[in-house]
């Protein structure tokens, strides 16, 4: 198993200086940290994976530290209810794709896959003193009357909310929030919410905000790299694609994502102080961002999008539209560029599997 000085979290670099904030952005990175007094729990089934949360949550066996449960390879189907997790003084790790001793991983999200059925919400995980992180599984088929079908996140304690390598798709709500509903903060602490390098596609929610809603009353956001797309609501007007939220004094950036093809607005944003960068948006809507980089409203030219193939053909002019690189490795596992131009959504297409750039 990986030890806890292995665990990955996020740091941002709190930096806006009247210009768009690559230099803070591209210095925002993955860093290992001590997650002190961790167990470590190497799960292969729907009851295992319940049983390591029901221990890691409060009155377990396992409450009082930060907890790292790795998957196995497999499908993980809910019953009853969502796999949950809850914690008022610690925090949680669940990562994908691990072998038979959870000892070596593949960056591969389709290993292990969560699942609802269609009859439950999938992956509730709440701390109020500790980190959250999921990355590198699948998160599908949720049903629920609230919000949230497929992810819900709330993370309080002044820590690290992150989702990475994720893929979300096909959940529905009968509320908002199909795909993920994230809160991050509660205004007077110093919460960082990511999301990063994940495929959102196929969500619905009746009330809209289809692909999801994040939410920060913390001290910033960085939602960088991301797909969103074939979101869908039957809101007259509503929302198909995701709903991005902060407080006054959130650095909020949201950069080299993709938002096309959902139900009448891509992205809708809360509040105007946010650093909008290199993305391509279908429409936007909401508050007017304070930074507005270079963004455009193109078809991205996906290779199979009926077929869930949603890397960037060839003819796509999104190749090479970054000038700033952020991030560390694609959906794919493959590396992002650590310099030059980069491509944004999910899928890194114009760099070799060593991370340079290609001609």
């Known amino acids: 198993m990986h030890s806890g ?16 904030p690559w230099a803070a952005l591209t210095a925002y990175a ?31 066996a396992f409450a009082g530290e930060n907890n790292d449960i790795d998957l196995r390879p497999g499908t993980y189907t809910t019953s009853g209810g969502p796999f949950h997790y809850t914690n008022a003084t610690r925090g949680l790790s669940l990562i994908g794709g691990y072998d038979a001793g959870c000892v070596n991983r593949l960056n591969d999200p389709t290993l292990s896959v969560l699942d609802g059925g269609h009859a439950t919400p999938v992956l509730e995980l709440h701390s109020q ?59 007077a602490s110093s919460d960082d919410l990511f999301v990063e390098s994940s495929l959102i596609v196929g969500n619905s929610a009746d009330n809209g905000s289809s692909a999801g809603v994040l939410i920060v009353h913390g001290a910033g956001a960085t939602i960088a790299g991301n797909t969103v797309s074939v979101n869908t609501t039957t809101l007259a ?79 796509s002019t999104l190749l090479g539209l970054t000038p700033n690189p952020i991030g560390n490795l694609d959906l794919d596992g493959h590396p992002r560029p650590r310099f030059g131009h980069a491509d944004p959504g999910a899928y890194e297409e114009t760099i070799f599997a060593d991370g340079f750039e290609a001609d």
């Open 5 to 20: 000085s292995d665990v990955l979290v996020r740091t941002r670099i709190a930096a806006r200086a009247g210009a768009f």
């Open 30 to 60: 993955l860093i290992a940290t001590a997650n002190v007094g961790a167990h470590e729990f190497c799960v292969a089934t729907a009851s295992d994976l319940e049983a390591a949360l029901t221990a890691a949550s409060d009155g377990g």
């Open 129 to 187: 003193g500790g980190a959250l992180e999921v990355d590198w599984v699948t998160i599908q088929n949720g049903e629920t009357t609230g919000a949230g079908a497929g992810l819900y996140l709330e993370g309080t304690g002044g820590q690290v909310t992150s989702v990475s390598d994720v893929i979300i798709r096909n959940n529905h709500a009968a509320d908002i929030a199909g795909g993920i509903y994230a809160t991050v903060g509660n205004n």
């Open 237 to 315: 007007n509503g929302i198909g694609g995701l709903t991005f939220s902060g407080n006054a004094t959130c650095n909020c950036a949201v950069v080299n994502n993709i938002f096309w093809d959902n139900a009448n607005i891509g992205l809708w944003l809360g509040n105007s102080n946010v650093a909008l960068g290199y993305n391509d948006i279908g429409t936007l809507a909401g508050s007017t961002p304070e930074e507005d980089v270079g963004n455009v409203s193109v078809a991205p030219h996906f290779v199979d999008r009926d077929n869930g193939n949603f890397h960037l053909a060839g003819n």
